[in-house]
């Protein structure tokens, strides 16, 4: 069923706008003050100025992948954060650890690892449901490319950006 809203009867000063105007330049006119007494940052002269020390600790830039202590990727190839990835930005080929490996217990590792950062929304999914924490977001946001190619990470660019994480979640940890 239809309701009809019926239209707010304005007063004389009220049909006039003048109030409204005035109102809304004073409010700029503070602002603009407050910007000229250096109370209010409203600009950042990117690229020459960064803010990258100000990034709050839970900042989610750049998805990486990491590797141990040792050198070693994380990553098991489980394919989890593929799966789960809303608008399916991840792709992975696994490829089967050999039996003489001493990491053979961990089956798979990542041959192939690639993020499409066009497409990736920086929602930290990967970095949730990954068991291995091998997949972090990192605070690297400045992420360009001259060509839809260029903007895909791979494996490489992946762990360059990732770094080494230190912790105890290992699948090939003995306690487990
Ligand atoms: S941050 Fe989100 S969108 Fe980006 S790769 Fe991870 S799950 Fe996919
Ligand atoms: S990054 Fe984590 S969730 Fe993704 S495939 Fe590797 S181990 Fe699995």
């Not at 750049?62 to 040792?70: F, H, I, T």
């Not at 991840?90 to 950062?117: C, W």
């Amino acid at each position: 069923m239809a309701f009809a809203v019926a239209r707010p009867k304005l007063t004389w000063p009220e049909r006039l706008f003048l109030p409204q105007i005035f109102a809304g330049m004073a409010i700029t006119l503070n602002h603009f003050k407050n910007m000229l007494l250096g109370r209010t940052k409203v600009t950042v002269q990117y690229p020459e100025q960064k803010l990258d020390s100000t990034l709050p600790s839970y900042y989610r830039g750049a998805p990486a992948l990491v590797k141990d202590e040792s050198g070693r990727i994380r990553c098991v190839a489980c394919q989890l954060c593929e799966f789960i990835c809303p608008p399916r930005a991840i792709k992975i080929e696994p490829g089967e650890i050999p039996p003489a490996d001493r990491f053979r217990k961990v089956e798979k590792f990542p041959r192939e690892f690639d993020i499409d950062m066009i497409r990736c929304i920086y929602c930290g999914m990967c970095e949730e449901v990954c068991p291995e924490q091998a997949i972090f977001l990192r605070k690297d946001y400045a992420i360009t490319g001259l060509t839809r190619a260029e903007m895909v990470h791979n494996k490489e660019k992946l762990l360059e950006i990732g770094g080494v994480m230190h912790g105890v979640v290992l699948k090939w940890n003995e306690k487990k």
